[in-house]
């Protein structure tokens, strides 16, 4: 049998109503208790890697719970990672560029509820991932609901509902009823070794686990003050932008599109999202977009927030040179067009 390693990191599934609202407190063991049946399709090991609310996670925090894969890696055959549900698609966007060529799962999974309360969604959950990790299948992944999602392409959408994660602007990889696992690309059914070639190559993995934290999200709203881009300047090496539509950035009230010149010129990495959650962005349709496009912006195209946040802090980290950061940041990462 495969041998699985549990790392737990806090969140909801591992919560219990302490009084003043729910806290972590189970251990991976306690966790193990409520799905025994996964005894019988692999061997299980438990690390606790930290215990906390997912919403104190870190980048600091991200690079530690790396780290423990990486330092575990030739041991297990796959991954378990419990963790709260808020930061999830951060971390699993993060781990997927730092943990290179992996040749085995990765699997994040958390719940809405705690393990211990009726009707909790944390145990099919934990199974499902579970199963999906003993899979021949390697890569980073979010198991939730019943479904498989590429890492980079995970969202939490619902604050409540099982069904709170999607996979944005790229379909499910595979759906999981209790052990049987089908799986799916471009709405076509593939094989595990189909997906497992699609996915990676065999390259030998590598570890580069570091991020810059010197990034600044900011979100467009009608009438935005220039002066935070003096701001991010002065103190941030990046910024990403969630524009208006697909691509939209005022060049006439504030003229931000100058303001955003001036910021590639001094060498901050400016990265483009869209707020729309679906298709992404194209800067080439509209005359504001392709002036964007010629002043050294990052195209993100139909790449998650969260993903975005991550690539570039990982990005930053790695690379010196504005240019090589740009073509890491709009290379595809997973098929053709997918990042």
Known sequence: MKKILLLTTGGTIASSDTGSGLMPVAGADRLLNYVPDVNKICNLYTMSVMNIDSTNMTPELIMKLA??????????????????????????AALSYMLQNLGKPVVFTGSQLPIEADGTDAINNLSDAIHFACENICGVYVVFNGIAIIGTHAMKIKTRSFDAFESVNY???????????????????????????????????????????????????????????????????????????????????????????????????VAITTQCMYEGIDLSVYEVGQTLAKQGIINCADMTFEASVMKLMWALAEFDNIKDIKAFMEKPYFYDKSY
């Open 67 to 92: 780290q423990a894969v990486s330092d575990n890696y030739d041991k297990y055959d796959g991954f378990v990672i419990t963790h709260g549900t808020d930061t999830m698609a951060y971390s699993a």
């Open 171 to 269: 379909p499910d990889i595979a759906t999981i009823k209790k052990d049987i696992i089908e799986y799916t690309a471009k709405g076509k059914s593939i094989t595990k070794k189909e997906a497992a070639q699609n996915l990676y190559g065999s390259k030998e993995f590598i570890a580069k686990i570091n991020l810059c934290t010197d990034v600044m999200p900011l979100k467009m709203y009608p009438g935005i003050d220039g002066r935070v881009f003096d701001f991010i300047k002065n103190n941030y090496r990046g910024v990403v932008i969630e524009s208006f539509g697909i691509g939209g950035v005022p060049d006439n009230y504030n003229d931000i599109s100058t303001k955003l010149r001036e910021l590639t010129e001094a060498g901050t990495a």
